[in-house]
């Protein structure tokens, strides 16, 4: 009970003291998740909540439930083993991708960085990442341990700061690559990139191209004197996307299964038209009330969308958007 109390009062959302008693408090406080993810209301904690908060392997039901320990679907939580965080158990092809930006500027103490990346790794088997510099950054991520692989190419001296990881036990690496999209601008904005990974899913046989990246910033908005931004900024956020959708198509030409995600540093956006489907709701807010982190997959009939979450439990300023697919 704890646990989950000390979880809930980490992300801002359980007003008082830790007590260790499922009282009307915490029961707004799961309240508060539960909307924060986009679920059903309810202020009851089953196995979803519970895997969610990475709380135990098990679930029994906090002491004081009002719902009596039932697990989401129906099943009874009497000591039953939770489902799996990597994906829906059971169910052929199914895994969860994650877009996490871990905010690098300013810099956060390496603690919190540990924090997000593990809170984020918890979420899925294959992960983009953005924002990861300097160097201790990348190590936070190798720190996940020997079960994962990474991309993380560089480009010259430079470590790109879009790498892209999965788990061994789910996919093998067939490719991958990089793209500059433009050069950065002293003391306005670094170089920018496209990464991706081509990997295939080893329950199933199946090929999924991931696509990484991170547009510049401060584009589409506006000064404190209601002037528009520099058009340099905008130039080069209409170039790196130009790149991107070039690069998309020319995946679903060859026949792949594409998804895309990243900080795309534009609000409430169809960034790449209607030419994909989009995952997670373009209004959700993941970047205080914008949202500027998009995932999103090409159509194809062998590639289907199940739900997005969002996790918001990152001491960076940015959510982690978590997409569940299946591979038919």
């Not at 877009?99 to 960085?113: D, G, L």
């Not at 159509?299 to 960076?316: A, C, F, P």
Request: glycine share 10%; net charge positive; hydrophobic share 30%.
């Amino acid at each position: 009970m704890r646990k989950l109390e000390n979880e809930l009062k980490e992300r801002g959302l359980l007003k008082g003291p830790v007590d260790g008693h499922y009282d009307q408090r915490t029961t707004e406080a799961v309240k508060r998740f539960e909307r924060h993810n986009d679920r059903k209301v309810d202020g009851k904690v089953g196995s979803w909540i519970w895997n969610k908060l990475n709380l135990s392997d098990r679930f029994d039901g906090p002491k004081g439930n009002p719902d009596g320990g039932q697990v989401d679907g129906g099943n009874s939580g009497n000591g039953t083993s939770a489902p799996n965080n990597a994906g829906d158990t059971g169910k052929t092809g199914t895994f969860r991708t994650v877009t996490a930006n871990i905010k690098s500027n300013p810099e956060m103490p390496q603690h919190q960085v540990l924090h997000d990346v593990r809170k984020a790794a918890a979420q899925g088997d294959l992960i983009g990442w953005q924002e990861i510099s300097p160097p201790r950054y990348f190590d936070a991520i190798k720190s996940l341990g020997k079960e994962w692989g990474h991309y993380m190419p560089k480009d010259g001296n430079l470590r790109i700061p879009n790498p892209i990881s999965w788990k061994k036990s789910e996919w093998d690496l067939q490719d991958a690559g990089f793209k500059r999209t433009h050069n950065g601008k002293a003391k306005v904005s670094p170089h920018r990139y496209i990464t991706w990974a081509k990997l295939k899913n080893k329950e199933t046989g199946e090929e999924v191209v991931r696509i990484n990246t991170h547009l510049v910033s401060g584009a589409w908005t506006k000064s404190k004197l209601g002037r528009p931004t520099t058009p340099w900024r905008q130039e080069m956020w209409k170039k790196h996307m130009a790149q991107l959708d070039a690069m998309v198509e020319r995946f679903e030409k060859q026949g792949c299964k594409v998804v895309v995600g990243g900080d795309f540093n534009r609000n409430h956006y169809k960034v790449l038209g209607n030419d994909v489907v989009y995952d997670n709701k373009l209004h959700v807010g993941t970047h205080g009330s914008s949202t500027l982190d998009y995932l999103m997959h090409t159509r194809d009939r062998e590639l289907k969308h199940v739900r997005t979450q969002y996790e918001r439990g990152l001491h960076s300023d940015h959510d982690a958007v978590v997409a569940t697919y299946r591979l038919k």
